[in-house]
């Protein structure tokens, strides 16, 4: 099995609907992120889970809501999203904090691409 | 000023040439430096860390300069499977790491 696995790959969407993504990670890792990749811009950090508490909201809108039951699992569930937030949502882990202890490794999942209309 | 920036290029290159990357990052305070490979439509990978006293792995050698807040990253005899997006990345001591919006290299037979 690959390390970080993303369902579904690609979405579309409309304004009124809700649905979720799903992320899990299989390298006993203990930090979890989401960030959003727009075209020609950074990844943007989404929010943060560390041993499934979460550590770090983004300034990002109440349309999207985390949800990690376990270490191993990450939701981003999303409703009522703007044509905009169409982008790749990628999961990642880590086995420790990116902000601690110097550990720079992400290990990404492959991507969750997002169409609102 | 962005956090971390790069040249978006894209750079074009003939196979065997030497390409070099820059970026430069705007936290003082920040601990730790890496770059990232992220092929077409796919996931980001790390490539490499960053140390001060420079480092290197085979064709790839990758510099930093604290004191001018610049991070480099080389490629001598550039392969066609290098062509992709080169990611700058900075630890700036918060909870996660922090993206450049990356450098394009497109090596060219």
């Known amino acids: 099995e690959t390390g970080v696995t993303q369902t579904p790959r690609h979405l579309v969407m409309g304004m009124t609907n809700k649905k979720s993504l799903k992320c899990e990670q299989h390298?006993?890792?203990?930090?979890m992120y989401w960030y959003k990749q727009s075209a020609k811009k950074p990844l943007e950090l989404m929010f943060v889970y560390n041993f499934k508490e979460q550590t770090e909201n983004n300034s990002v809108p109440s349309r999207f809501s985390p949800e990690c039951p376990n270490s191993s699992h990450l939701f981003l569930h999303l409703h009522t999203l703007q044509p905009e937030d169409s982008a790749l949502y990628l999961c990642?882990?880590?086995?420790?904090?990116?902000?601690?202890?110097?550990?720079?490794?992400?290990?990404f999942g492959e991507g969750s691409r997002l169409t609102v209309l | 000023r962005k956090e971390v920036e790069q040249d978006p290029g894209p750079f074009n290159v003939p196979e065997g040439a030497t390409v070099a990357f820059n970026c430069t990052y705007s936290n003082s305070a920040s601990q730790s430096f890496f770059w990232y490979r992220q092929d077409c439509r796919k996931e980001p990978k790390l490539l490499m860390s960053v140390y001060s006293s420079g480092n290197e792995d085979g064709r790839f050698t990758a510099q930093l300069n604290r004191a001018s807040q610049y991070i480099s990253l080389l490629i001598r005899d550039s392969k066609l499977s290098d062509s992709a997006t080169y990611l700058c990345?900075?630890?700036?001591?918060?909870?996660?790491?922090?993206f450049g919006s990356g450098t394009r290299l497109q090596v060219q037979p």
């Open positions: 390298l006993g890792h203990n930090a």
């Open positions: 990345v900075v630890n700036t001591g918060r909870r996660a790491l922090t």
């Open positions: 990642a882990s880590s086995q420790r904090i990116a902000g601690d202890a110097n550990t720079g490794e992400l290990f």
